[in-house]
Nanobody
Framework: LQLVESGGGLAQPGGSLTLSCAASGFTLDAYSIGWFRQTPGKEREGVSCMRYSDGNTYYADSVKGRFTMSRDNAKNTVYLQMNSLKPEDTAVYYC????????????????????WGQGTQVTVSS
């Protein structure tokens, strides 16, 4: 099972970035998939999590209305479209997969996920 993130980089405040998470070695249909972020000295936090089979998605309050999580079944890939970026969105972003497909919001908030990608840096700065 492998998850590979891409799409991070530098964006200006108010700008946009799209992160991708490609899964290999398994199909996402039976999993939950989430995006998390972490800054130095802080705990990892759940940004957005989805039950892949039906697209049921949770968003943290801090990103609601600005970030959108989506999926591409053919590519076995999920995306995180990030708009109206703020400096406080600066972090390493990770995608993760979870074999439990219930309690999406709770498990996202508590960061209870099984398998993780390597992370991609997002920096929002002028």
């Amino acid at each position: 099972l492998q998850l590979v993130e891409s799409g991070g980089g530098l964006a200006q405040p108010g700008g946009s970035l799209t992160l991708s998470c490609a899964a290999s070695g398994f199909t996402l249909d039976a999993y939950s998939i989430g995006w998390f972020r972490q800054t130095p000295g802080k705990e990892r936090e759940g940004v957005s999590c989805m039950r892949y089979s039906d697209g049921n998605t949770y968003y943290a309050d801090s990103v609601k209305g600005r970030f959108t999580m989506s999926r591409d079944n053919a590519k076995n890939t999920v995306y995180l479209q990030m708009n109206s970026l703020k400096p406080e969105d600066t972090a390493v972003y990770y995608c993760a997969a979870d074999r439990v497909i219930t309690s999406i919001q709770a498990r996202c908030k508590m960061v209870i996920y099984d398998d993780w990608g390597q992370g991609t840096q997002v920096t929002v700065s002028s």
